[in-house]
């Protein structure tokens, strides 16, 4: 299988994509209408395909592009694996794909949606309030979220390294990216309430998942540690049972829970620990699996760019449409070995948990 004939240009072509290959596969496929449309007028749509398998107790759930812009490379991995088993037959347990849970931004090439939310901010827990910014992201408003179109003359480096003097890479990378309340048109802003994809989850995950009794959910993303490597993040507090599950199915140098001080930092309003805390099923595992692209002075002066691009410049400039391009080089690169790489090792991530699902009794 060429991973190069495995991504899409834009949302729509993978979109399409997806969906074919799931029906030519005989799952099921549902697509939920989303809000707004892309840049080219599309229909913004998530879509969901479930294989049709008698047993239901142990299921496998895939999803891809919370994080907008990050959906090329999620997309080409559910694309693998349903060519995968197209050519090899359907895996032994019930597989769920959600492809597109954040259409506008992949549309878009944002990471952020409609409503310029960073979707894996917004899932606070009830008690949780939509409110706060780290004190150090507050002072830096001004750094990361410029009123204005980019221009060319921008001593984004400069500042940065010096911020990273003073502060730390780590406390800093912890200030600005952790999540934020307060600054509705900054990078990383949460919200000021659920987005829709809260109620569209809530209402179809518990007919998705009826009868499991096992859930292992792998969410695809990329952005974060060195190139072309992957580990499986964790923002909750995992039970015994799923870090035996981590430990055996992937090994112990695979996964990195949020506390401690490797690639990952502690962000609020987590995706997984939300899917966690919902009880979808009486054993729920979910893992984000981030495979690195670039660095993460790079990554944040290209959100920072894109950002500033799609509120203050026009759409169709030059400098919007080059903003928007660079981003979708640094969350999902060009590069053939890069993305050979990524597509080997997201489908043998896959595989091991369809062979540790499927190995217990
Ligand atoms: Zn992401």
Not at 76 to 102: D, I, M
Not at 104 to 122: C, K, P
Not at 286 to 304: H, N, S
Request: proline residues 6%; neutral net charge; glycine residues 8%.
């Amino acid at each position: 299988m060429q991973a190069e004939n495995l991504f899409s240009p834009d949302y729509a072509t993978a979109r399409q994509r997806f969906c074919d290959a799931a029906e030519e596969l005989g799952w099921k496929l549902e697509s939920f209408p989303r809000e707004g449309s892309g840049p080219n007028d599309e229909l913004l749509l998530t879509d969901a395909a479930s294989c049709p398998v008698e047993d239901r107790a142990k299921v496998l759930v895939i999803t891809s592009g919370i994080h907008g812009v990050e959906g090329f490379f999620g997309s080409a991995v559910q694309l693998a694996l349903l060519r995968q088993w197209k050519q090899h037959g359907n895996p032994a347990v019930k597989c769920l794909f959600l492809h597109g849970l954040n259409p506008y931004g992949f549309a878009w090439r944002r990471r952020f949606d409609e409503n310029n939310v960073d979707l894996n901010r917004n899932f606070l827990l009830p008690g949780e309030v939509f409110d706060g910014a780290p004190p150090t992201y507050a002072r830096l408003d001004s750094f990361l979220n410029p009123q204005r179109p980019p221009s060319r003359w921008d001593p984004f480096l400069a500042k940065a390294t010096w911020l990273i003097t003073r502060y730390g890479i780590t406390a800093l990378r912890q200030a600005i990216a952790s999540g934020q309340y307060d600054f509705p048109k900054g990078v990383f802003f949460g919200g000021h309430q659920p987005s829709t994809l809260q109620p569209l989850l809530e209402q179809n995950v518990p007919t998705w998942l009826a009868g499991s009794q096992k859930v292992v959910h792998l969410d695809f993303h990329t952005g974060l540690g060195p190139k072309g490597t992957h580990k499986l993040l964790i923002d909750y507090s995992l039970s015994d049972w799923q870090r035996d599950c981590l430990t055996n199915w992937f090994g112990l140098e695979s996964f990195e829970e949020s506390q401690s001080s490797g690639i990952a930092y502690e962000a609020r309003g987590g995706f997984g620990r939300w899917c966690v805390e919902k009880n979808f099923a009486p054993m729920y595992l979910y893992a984000c699996a981030e495979f690195g692209t670039y660095g993460p002075v790079t990554v944040l002066k290209g959100l920072r760019r894109e950002n500033q691009a799609h509120h203050w410049g026009k759409p169709n400039n030059p400098a919007t449409r080059s903003a928007k391009e660079h981003l979708h080089e640094l969350f999902c690169p060009h590069d053939s070995k890069w993305r050979s790489r990524v597509i080997r090792d997201s489908c043998e991530l896959v595989n091991q948990a369809v062979a540790g699902l499927t190995a217990e009794a």
